[in-house]
């Protein structure tokens, strides 16, 4: 079961902290920064570069500390509410990837899910510090919190499409 889980650690926590690199940077095919700013914009959401500044740091760090097993239930959490956020763009194109829907980012909730609910393993810091087992209602309120936060944070930045000037809604909605 613990080589299980650090595969699945590695695996989803590595390929999270990925996409916060491509957010900041120019490194695994990012477009830095500022290409994470616009896509973000595209998306609808307001705030700019401190919007993807903090959506990129956060799937970093989050990423990092499920690969290495650390504070497995709040990184889960973190990791939830970006992988909230990024299925909630992708709803429109419904479920299946191959039509840029949500299905990717869901499969990672339920992994980082799946991690707080049953620890990190044996081969992990967590571990390592004597932190494992997690208590089962920190790993329900991680579960719980973090699409919660993803949620939130979709309702507090997304901004309704606004139609180019000099064209009004319904003919933009064309």
Known sequence: MDAGLLVLRLVVGLLIAGHGVQKVSFRLGGNGLAGGTEEFRRDGFR??????????????????FLAAGLLTPPAAMAAM?????????????????????????????AACAALALTGPGRWSLDHAL????????VALTAIVTGPASG??????????????????????AD
Not at 130 to 137: A, E, F, I
């Open 47 to 64: 705030g700019g570069r401190l919007t993807a500044l903090v959506a990129g740091v956060s799937q970093l760090g989050s990423g990092l």
């Open 81 to 109: 509410g970006v992988m909230t956020v990024a299925a909630t763009v992708k709803r429109p194109h419904g479920l299946w990837v191959q039509h840029d829907g949500y299905e990717y980012p869901l499969v990672l909730v």
């Open 130 to 137: 004597g932190l494992t087992p997690w208590p089962v209602w």
């Open 151 to 172: 949620l939130l944070t979709r309702l507090v930045l997304h901004q309704e499409a606004t139609a180019p000037e000099g064209v009004s809604h319904a003919q933009a």
